[in-house]
């Protein structure tokens, strides 16, 4: 994937939040994309500790947060009702679409797609 971009899964941002070397390694020198969606989801834990939340905000300042515009949030209502994902994931991985980058991703939900180009995270 040498160049490629990808998008970041929540699972991944998780996984290197808590210091995963493989994932930084995947990551590389890129600047982190992530969804408003990951964002979201990163922060809306109501066991969130202030203390927790500190770093979480350091790395999503460090990424580009995608918006949700018209165009993802058509391709994710078709997404869920052609696959069933949940609501969030179809988010991202239109997102993902739409921006033309691979998702990368330990959730193996995301192989139902077949227009979806996935890193496939094994931890």
């Not at 078709?78 to 679409?97: G, N, Q, V, Y």
Request: aromatic share 6%; net charge positive; hydrophobic share 40%.
């Amino acid at each position: 994937m040498s160049g490629r971009n990808f998008l970041l899964d929540t699972n991944i941002v998780l996984y290197l939040l808590s210091g995963d070397k493989s994932v930084v390694s995947i990551i590389g020198t890129r600047q982190p994309c992530i969804s408003l969606i990951t964002e979201m989801e990163l922060l809306s834990s109501p066991r969130l500790t202030s203390l927790e939340e500190k770093p979480i905000r350091s790395f999503i300042n460090s990424c580009i947060v995608a918006g949700i515009n018209n165009t993802i949030k058509e391709a994710a209502i078709k997404i869920r009702r052609e696959t069933s994902l949940k609501l969030p994931d179809s988010i991202i991985a239109a997102t993902a679409i739409s921006l033309g980058f691979h998702l990368l991703t330990a959730d193996t939900e995301f192989n139902k797609l077949k227009s979806l180009y996935i890193l496939q995270y094994v931890k």
